[in-house]
């Protein structure tokens, strides 16, 4: 058997035992193989967490950043970007919206804004804990203390991702900042009692075929329960407005490893996936995927959001968002997960 049909082989009965050769040879797979590689991930998907897909309203409140991520079409002193912020109230307000819909986790996103103060912040974060719902954050890097005032204003969950595993790009990438920090970040997150999210880019320029197999080795060294992995498109506005964009295909076999890598993870269908394809999200809950966020950022802000040009969604409201999310789950014949979504891997007190 080649390199591939063994490490598929093993991922079949021991997904655990997976080498760093094993998720490289699987990473590799080509047009004859992906199928394969796609419908183990699928059963695994089925067998660990069933046929429920996870829903997460996002609400993207602010776009200030103090990074200056190369490919980031936030980045401070990106031109051409409309800034705004919203007020603690008319979060609540999209919040309560979410709720009222039914959506049972609310994502709050935003730059690196250091206008939202730790009171600030956890005020917003109890107000939303009282429409029972868990509450994810993913405003960057804060201090430990900061980050522990959440969890005690009710913050369930934390998003930080990794982006790339490869030390070298992520200092290029991200100016100022390293990859040891992050991972730091990371594990602080995972004792703080948070639910950790990593994740990254596929396609990265300068990124190799070793790297992702790295990427997907590290979120199992950390044990997040969230891995988001996303094409990286290019925004002409960044110094990286030139380089190509990463895969449907590529980005597609990397989240049927991660399932494989990660069987329990909580794997979204990224809207990234969904802007370069509008089949993107579809087939990648058809790969291992079982999470999907619709936006519910009030439609006036949304073309201000803009990480990356064309993101899927801007012209909708949040209605029209969940609902789409509602009838793609559908028409997969999968069903939306009642709960709040937390990680199976542990029995998290809800
Ligand atoms: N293409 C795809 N994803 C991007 N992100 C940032 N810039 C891009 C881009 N150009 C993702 C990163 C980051 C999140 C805010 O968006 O993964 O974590
Ligand atoms: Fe800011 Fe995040 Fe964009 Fe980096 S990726 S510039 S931290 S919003």
Do not use: W
């Amino acid at each position: 058997m080649d390199l591939f049909g063994e490490a598929l082989a093993k991922a079949e009965s021991d997904c655990r035992g997976l080498s760093f050769e094993d998720v490289t040879a699987l990473l590799g797979a080509g047009e004859v193989e992906r199928p394969r590689l796609y419908a183990l991930a699928d059963r695994v998907r089925s067998r660990r967490l069933g046929e429920e897909v996870h829903l997460r309203g996002i609400i993207e409140f602010s776009n200030y950043c103090t990074g200056t991520c190369l490919y980031c079409g936030l980045r401070s002193g990106g031109e051409r970007v409309h800034r705004y912020r919203m007020e603690p109230a008319e979060i609540l307000e999209a919040a309560g919206e979410a709720a009222g819909m039914g959506l049972k986790t609310i994502v709050l996103q935003s730059g690196e804004d250091p206008f939202y103060t730790v009171k600030i912040l956890s005020g917003v974060i109890s107000a939303i804990k009282k429409l029972d719902v868990a509450v994810t954050l993913s405003v960057g890097v804060r201090t430990p203390e900061e980050l522990r005032a959440f969890r005690e204003a009710g913050a369930d969950r934390y998003l930080l991702k990794h982006e790339t595993a490869d030390p070298a790009l992520f200092a290029r990438l991200r100016p100022g900042t390293t990859l040891a920090d992050r991972v730091g970040s990371l594990r602080l997150l995972k004792r703080l009692g948070y639910q950790a999210g990593s994740g990254g880019m596929v396609g990265l320029p300068g990124q190799t075929a070793p790297s992702v197999a790295r990427d997907l080795l590290l979120m199992r060294d950390l044990d997040v329960e969230m891995a988001g992995l996303g094409p990286f498109i290019p925004h002409p506005g960044t110094p990286l407005g030139g380089s190509p964009a990463g895969s449907l295909e590529m980005t597609l076999t990397v989240l049927a490893v991660a399932r494989l890598v990660m069987p329990e993870v909580h794997l979204p269908a990224t809207t990234a996936l969904g802007t370069i394809d509008p089949r993107g999200r579809g087939l990648a809950l058809r790969c291992g995927a079982n999470v999907i966020m619709p936006n519910v950022t009030p439609r006036r802000y949304r073309s201000h959001y803009s990480i990356y040009p064309g993101k899927t969604g801007v012209d909708r409201d949040p209605y029209a968002s969940v609902r789409e999310m509602r009838l793609l789950i559908e028409s997969l014949g999968r069903r939306e997960a009642a709960g709040y979504g937390h990680s199976p891997k542990k029995a998290y007190s809800e």
